[in-house]
């Protein structure tokens, strides 16, 4: 009976850590988007991209996905992919995405940043380059 109840125990436990593991570490893809969509995932260790190239004269999709949950104190599980110099401005959600359309008109190497957590444009794992060719 000892054994049978140890058991049954152990395999609860194991199967709960198993699921909590899963949701930690396994993302759905996120739906198809038409046209020049640029995929870019962040989380408190940074983006998952540092530089971005695109052509300039030609629309662009960029869609921002927050890996973090709301219960990040340091931002609230949001994030932001921001260019300046192009009025870029993307926040996705906690555990969500948002998306934002631009042409950058000019060849030049901008600065894309999120200023919402993780030490903001200070910190050189929530920044990167956009690099826009003729």
């Known amino acids: 009976m000892r054994a049978v109840a140890f058991a049954?125990?152990?395999v609860l436990v194991l199967?709960?850590?198993?699921?909590?593991?899963f949701q930690a570490f396994w993302k759905p893809n996120l739906p198809?988007?038409?046209g020049n969509?640029?995929?870019i995932s962040a989380d408190m260790?940074?983006?998952?991209?540092?530089e971005v190239r695109v052509k300039?004269?030609?629309?662009v999709t960029v869609r921002l996905r927050s890996l973090?949950?709301?219960h990040h104190t340091d931002g609230g599980g949001k994030h932001q992919w921001a260019v300046d110099e192009l009025d870029v401005n993307i926040i996705a959600p906690p555990l969500g995405s948002s998306s934002a359309t631009f042409t950058a008109d000019r060849p030049g190497t901008y600065t894309f940043y999120c200023d919402i957590c993780c030490g903001g444009r200070a910190n050189p794992t929530m920044s990167g380059r956009l690099v826009v060719t003729g």
Request: net charge positive; aromatic share 6%.
């Open 15 to 21: 199967g709960a850590a198993g699921f909590l593991l």
């Open 68 to 70: 973090d949950n709301s």
């Open 45 to 50: 260790g940074g983006f998952t991209r540092k």
């Open 56 to 59: 300039a004269g030609q629309p």
């Open 37 to 39: 969509v640029i995929d």
């Open 8 to 10: 049954s125990v152990s």
């Open 32 to 34: 198809r988007m038409a």
